[in-house]
Protein backbone atom coordinates (compact mmCIF):
# COMPACT_ATOMS: atom_id res chain seq x y z
CA UNK A 1 0.00 0.00 0.00
CA UNK A 2 2.91 2.37 0.97
CA UNK A 3 4.13 1.73 -2.60
CA UNK A 4 1.10 2.79 -4.16
CA UNK A 5 1.19 5.71 -2.22
CA UNK A 6 4.67 6.58 -3.08
CA UNK A 7 3.85 6.40 -6.60
CA UNK A 8 1.17 8.39 -6.78
CA UNK A 9 2.98 11.11 -5.54
CA UNK A 10 5.61 10.66 -8.05
CA UNK A 11 3.20 10.78 -10.34
CA UNK A 12 2.42 13.98 -9.42
CA UNK A 13 4.88 15.81 -8.60
CA UNK A 14 5.78 14.27 -11.90
CA UNK A 15 2.82 16.12 -13.57
CA UNK A 16 2.86 19.48 -12.13
CA UNK A 17 6.55 20.01 -12.93
CA UNK A 18 5.20 19.07 -16.54
CA UNK A 19 2.30 21.73 -16.44
CA UNK A 20 4.46 24.28 -14.90
CA UNK A 21 7.20 24.32 -17.03
CA UNK A 22 4.59 24.32 -20.06
CA UNK A 23 3.05 26.92 -18.73
CA UNK A 24 6.07 29.41 -19.02
CA UNK A 25 7.01 31.31 -22.01
CA UNK A 26 9.67 30.24 -24.30
CA UNK A 27 11.72 33.50 -23.54
CA UNK A 28 11.23 31.84 -19.29
CA UNK A 29 12.37 28.74 -20.27
CA UNK A 30 15.45 30.52 -21.94
CA UNK A 31 16.17 32.37 -18.83
CA UNK A 32 16.50 29.52 -16.79
CA UNK A 33 18.53 27.57 -19.08
CA UNK A 34 15.70 24.87 -20.53
CA UNK A 35 14.74 24.17 -24.07
CA UNK A 36 11.25 22.78 -24.25
CA UNK A 37 12.66 19.55 -25.15
CA UNK A 38 13.57 19.30 -21.98
CA UNK A 39 10.83 18.86 -19.54
CA UNK A 40 10.24 15.88 -19.82
CA UNK A 41 13.21 14.65 -18.36
CA UNK A 42 13.22 17.65 -15.92
CA UNK A 43 10.23 16.58 -14.70
CA UNK A 44 11.28 12.70 -14.68
CA UNK A 45 14.32 14.18 -12.34
CA UNK A 46 12.04 15.86 -10.00
CA UNK A 47 9.96 12.94 -9.82
CA UNK A 48 11.90 10.09 -9.21
CA UNK A 49 15.84 11.60 -9.04
CA UNK A 50 16.69 10.72 -11.86
CA UNK A 51 15.97 10.08 -15.94
CA UNK A 52 14.07 6.81 -16.82
Not at 3 to 16: D, F, L, S
Not at 27 to 51: C, F, K, P, V, W
Request: charged share 30%.
Amino acid sequence: MAGMQENRARNAVYRQTIRELNSLTERDLSDLGIHRSMIRRIALEAAYGTAK
